[in-house]
């Protein structure tokens, strides 16, 4: 038996403003979508990888979501560290950085964190 990851999922409370973040900062684009009753699936791709973002947007939720500690996060991998980090920092978005290991987090609407990482690491 062999397992392989898909996607992971981020529930959100604004889809279009999520899909704005998730374009500008990361470049992913919508690889397909579901519109069920309630509900909106919408996948994210890199277009070099298989894996997906998966954003779940409940239509009649009106409040943030409790992310607790926050203790969990994608990483993503950049060619280009120093481009990367000034179109973040000019977003606004950086939330955390670390110095002595070459990485930051990035946060999006909804609050998520994503490290972003040097590609020769």
């Known amino acids: ?16 403003k999520s899909l704005a973040f998730y374009r500008e900062a990361l470049s992913l684009v919508e690889v397909r979508r579901k ?14 990888t298989q894996h997906n973002l998966e954003l779940t947007w409940l239509h009649d939720r009106t409040e943030p979501y409790n992310l607790g500690e926050n203790e969990f996060h994608l990483a993503f991998v950049v060619d280009d ?12 978005c950086i939330c955390y950085e670390n110095k002595d290991m070459g990485i930051y987090f990035i946060s999006d609407p909804d609050g998520y964190w994503i490290e972003i990482l040097p590609e020769n690491r």
């Open 1 to 16: 038996m062999q397992f392989k990851f898909v996607h992971n999922n981020f529930n959100v409370l604004n889809l279009e």
């Open 35 to 48: 519109e069920r009753p309630g509900f909106t699936l919408v996948f994210l791709g890199d277009g070099k």
């Open 81 to 92: 560290f120093d481009k990367a980090y000034e179109l973040h920092k000019n977003m606004g």
